[in-house]
């Protein structure tokens, strides 16, 4: 379907993974009436399509990764609030606290901007504050939707939001994507911000994927028929079979390192094989290297080491006919879903429970496979952070950063705190000299007092005293950091007034 066509509802439902029952359609299409109603007469910035596409593109995309009718409702709703008449308390009593709550988590998401700052660890620490204020999965899923259909429609933007939401994508909602194990959500967002970000790059490597494809779609198409019939006869059950070519942007970072030299690619093109089971990949294995030579080296085994964000396939390059190289990546269905939707397809596979894996012997409830699929791509964090097992055991609630608070500078960087810290703890993990003179705060522009509770995301500028320094005892009854509580104290002895 082209993102420029108009949808409908219909599409939606007709693209859910589930068992449509009678009370889940009724859901969506209840979200979907509300939304409707409260977009009527409001339009999308390119003036021609109704704004309610946005939305239903948004719950399309969801729909296709797999994801439940709770969270198609929350995508179909996500703008309401923000733009319309309609108040969260409103969709809460509609369609209950959680639905309510997942678009809240959406709307303050929007809140979160990409600022002056491009440093790695000022960007690591967006990526991080963007899930902590998510604390639902499902919300950074509908943030990823939502930022789809916008990339999609970038062009009806002046030029220089093009260019800033671009390098927003680019910078904080691909790695977090990627991270997520979203490779479908990702590669497209990563190719049109790469399009916004170096049109002439994007351009001269378009041009190569296709006529590299258009040149060997036939000889693909020739060895897709070959090897189903040989995989057919040796018994294997062929799902599915097709050629398939690299992205734009993985294939430029590629060419960077190869000089620019197309010939150096060989999984520019390739075949994709789906198998039932995992044993079946290895066998299929043997049969494409029996027929094809392998290219030493070149053998993947990502199923017995999945990469850190749980991708699992094998990958191998053959010679085929003619002495052309090729990848051939094999993997299951399963695995070819999790690829492609990462987090949301354990929705897909959430009836399979599967036992408890060695990993989570100690705890004492059994845990659903759609947790494990969802413990197995944080895990990766959790070994950043050095949590234990057990607190992933709510499954779905991002709690490994509870009890972080991200604040930023007037200037865009961003100090992390602990819960409860105050304007005094930001100004001295600002500066000891910035703490030392403080003599008031805003948040968000407002004035507030010393002792005021940061929240996420509170843009906090610290007002200072040039001529002289002002820390006092009282301080101390309030600040959280150790940081801000010996500097205090280091002055305050110096000054003999401890
Ligand atoms: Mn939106």
Not at 288 to 309: A, E
Not at 321 to 333: D, S
Request: charged share 30%; aromatic share 8%; net charge positive.
């Amino acid at each position: 379907m082209s993102i420029e066509e108009n949808i409908t509802i219909e599409d939606v439902l007709k693209n859910v993974k589930f068992d449509l029952e009678f009370k889940k359609e009724a859901l969506i299409r209840g979200a979907y009436a509300v939304a409707e109603k409260a977009h009527l007469g409001q339009k999308r910035k390119s003036g021609k399509d109704d704004y309610i596409q946005h939305p239903l593109h948004a719950a399309l995309t969801l729909a296709k990764i797999g994801l439940g009718s709770k969270t198609i409702a929350a995508g179909l709703l996500h703008d309401v609030p923000e733009d319309t008449y309609v108040t969260s308390k409103e969709l809460e009593y509609k369609f209950g606290k959680e639905i309510a709550t997942m678009v809240d988590g959406v709307t303050k998401l929007g809140k979160i901007k990409l600022r002056g700052s491009k440093e790695d660890v000022y960007l690591e620490n967006l990526r991080k504050m963007f899930l902590a204020m998510a604390s639902d999965i499902r919300v950074v899923l509908i943030k990823l939707a939502d930022r789809l259909h916008n990339m999609e429609t970038l062009e009806y933007l002046p030029p220089e939001k093009q260019h800033r939401i671009a390098l927003e994508t680019m910078e904080v909602f691909v790695p977090i994507a990627n991270r997520l194990g979203i490779g479908e959500i990702k590669v497209r967002l990563e190719d049109l911000s790469f399009k916004y970000l170096d049109l002439e790059n994007y351009t001269l490597t378009e041009k190569l994927v296709t006529a590299q494809y258009g040149q060997r779609k036939k000889y693909i198409d020739k060895m897709v028929i070959e090897l189903k019939k040989e995989l057919t006869k040796e018994g294997i059950n062929v799902l599915n079979i097709f050629g398939r070519t690299k992205h734009v942007h993985s294939l430029y970072q590629k060419l960077k390192r190869h000089d620019m030299d197309i010939k150096k690619i060989y999984d520019l093109i390739g075949i994709r094989i789906i198998v039932p089971e995992l044993a079946n990949c290895y066998e299929t294995l043997g049969i494409v290297h029996k027929k094809y030579r392998p290219l030493v080296g070149r053998i993947k085994d990502y199923i017995s080491l999945p990469k850190p964000n749980g991708y699992q396939s094998i990958h191998t390059t053959i010679f085929g006919p003619e002495g052309i190289f090729l990848e051939v990546q094999i993997r299951t269905k399963k695995m070819d879903d999790e690829a492609e939707f990462g987090i949301a397809s354990h929705w897909i596979y959430s009836e399979k429970k599967r036992k408890l894996k060695n990993f989570f012997l100690k705890s004492k409830h059994a845990v659903p496979d759609k947790e494990l699929v969802w413990v197995n791509q944080l895990r990766e964090w959790q070994n950043e952070l050095g949590k234990d097992d057990a607190e992933f055991m709510e499954g779905l609630k991002i709690d490994f950063f509870k009890n972080h608070i991200f604040a930023f500078t007037p200037l865009g960087d961003i100090i992390d705190l602990p819960e409860d810290a105050t304007p005094i703890d930001f100004a001295y993990h600002v500066h000891g000299e910035v703490g030392n003179r403080a003599t008031g705060a805003k948040a968000n522009g407002k004035m507030v007092t010393l002792d005021h509770k940061i929240q996420n995301g509170e843009v906090i500028e610290i007002l200072t005293s040039r001529d002289h320094k002002n820390p006092s005892r009282d301080w101390l009854k309030f600040v959280r950091t150790s940081l801000a509580k010996s500097q205090i104290k280091k002055y305050l002895k110096k000054e003999g007034l401890l």
